[in-house]
């Protein structure tokens, strides 16, 4: 294990900013921290660079304990959310600012300097400053700066939220491509969904200082593992039901539905009559004329289209079930068959449905419960 | 095609600022115009830089200009070796204390010069003006306190205009310590408001004559009023010196503020 957090806590007077994180990434792994504002993350990242002191827990690197060494001795390249290049540096001064503290002679310096350049590709723009340089081009030099001293670990904090749509793109994917090409463990923190599913290998989900989920990009969207990464990552239909072994009774008004239950193929240790939540993604839903109903159709419920929004791709249908409204996503070149205020049937597959208990107490999605529905779907695959 | 009209006011609006401003010129313009034609009729019936070349023949007139300006120098680079780490840590790590400090550094404005050098004179009397150049040293710490006003407010200004925050924690990732992070990236992205500082500074100590003049030493206020007590036209030559030497300070500020940060 290369990097390691171990029961890991931040807290700022009564206000706990990191509870009990634990984290373990291997060499040369990928790993995006994601998370809504104030959630811990980058909190997580400052401990582990040295800016932010932990009020409980260790952090390991290669084995060693380095949570009270200095910032400045940690070995750790760092890419910053805002600009942070030296105004009166030029961009080549800038990458040989690390090299110069590591007492290296002038040639060997220019050499990596013109290496890390190239690898970000900037190899003529050595000798500018700064401001001759646009926001994207900064955070390259930035990156450069951090990866020429051979950092053991590299932290991103948001590096491309400054940045317009278009360059954000482009330069997280030549993150991602300078990151495998020198082997280098990363730590990525970002509120981007879209960002830390393209790149990493990796993701752990985040909300409230806690980690919510950890798994690759493919098994956070699809299993999550509470309504809380269901909900953050991609859009997700959460219809509140009674669990009743293998399908659950949901709440809707039952003169609306066909059926008023739910197959499910998911396997549950949930006792017969909890209380849980269905989760579905808006483009697992079909959308049906009541002529279009056949037999591999299952799980069959009647609504109403009140709104469509494009979005480029796919349209939006947003449907009144019950009392419900259910987002349904229809690639746009089938969608001009459907329009507001049409009685539809929709669709939902029993293997896209995902199942979660809710606490009876809190109205919340139960921990427990959800772990145990976790460990059985980890154990079932 | 319409023509937008003039805003109704604006007319007169612009006559007034025209007459305040020349009337405000005139105020400054006139006295110093009077004080140059003075220190020009030093000879009868004649213009001529007499009195300045009795002012630049004169050896007491580079002593006390040349004591001025290295005391002047030594109390920037204090000042700023004061000024600089505190006005460093406040923005890093105690924003709360800005008031306080900002406080602190006003403080020249309330307490006037004459209880300064009072309060210095009754405190280091029989320690360190027993000393031979301890009247030197306790006149360049004054004149470090005189120009705290002017030295916090455009160090702190300063690094508010640079993300003081970030380019300390992307030294410090890079392996910077505090010395190298204070010397090589929080200073030099300080120099304008450092010469705007030290300029400033310099023109305060040039002309100062309280503090020089109760600690008796040789500084060039106490020989402007020396020269003012004995000769006629001089004093209006020297003033006029002076007053460039002043307005030089600040120009060389201002011409080297439009550079690069």
Redesign the interface.
Known sequence: MHLTLTHLCKSYGSVMAVQEVNLSIQTGEFISLLGPSGCGKTTILRMI???EQPTGGTISLAGQDITRI?????????V?Q???????MTAADNIA??LH??KQNKGQQRQRVDEMLELVGLGTMGDR?P?QLSGGQQQRV?LA??LA?SPQVL?LDEPLSALDAKVRVQLRNEIRRIQQQLGITTLFVTHDQEEALCISDRVVVMSQGRIEQEGTPEAIYLTPHTAFTASFIGATNQIPGLWLEEKVQVDTHPQTSLADEFLLTQPTELAAGSRVVVLIRPESITVLSREAIAPQHTNLMSGLITSRTFLGSTVRLSVLVGEFYLNVDVPTDQAEQFASGQLVQLSFPPDQCRVLAIDPLTQVVSQSAVERVAETTENSL | MTRQMPHQGTVPQQGWSWLWLTLGSLYFVIPLLATVDFSLRAKKDELGFTAYANIFNDPKFFESFTFSALTGVAAIALSMLLIVPTAYWVQLRLPRLRPVIELITLLPFVVPAVVLVFGLIRTYSTTLLNNRSGGWILLTAAYVILSFPYMYRAVDTGMRA??VQ??T?????????WG?IIWR?IF??L?VALLNGAFITFAIVMGEFTIAALLAQPAFGPYMNLLASSKVYEPSALAVVSFALTWGAIGIAQILGRG??
């Open positions: 660079a040295g800016f200095p910032a400045n001795r940690r070995n750790m390249g760092m910053f805002s600009y942070s290049l030296f105004p009166h600012f690390g503290l590591r400053y401001h930035a700066r951090a001293f932290l | 640079v993300n970030t380019l924690e992307a030294a410090q990732s890079l392996g910077a310590n190298t990236v030099p992205n120099r690069k940060r």
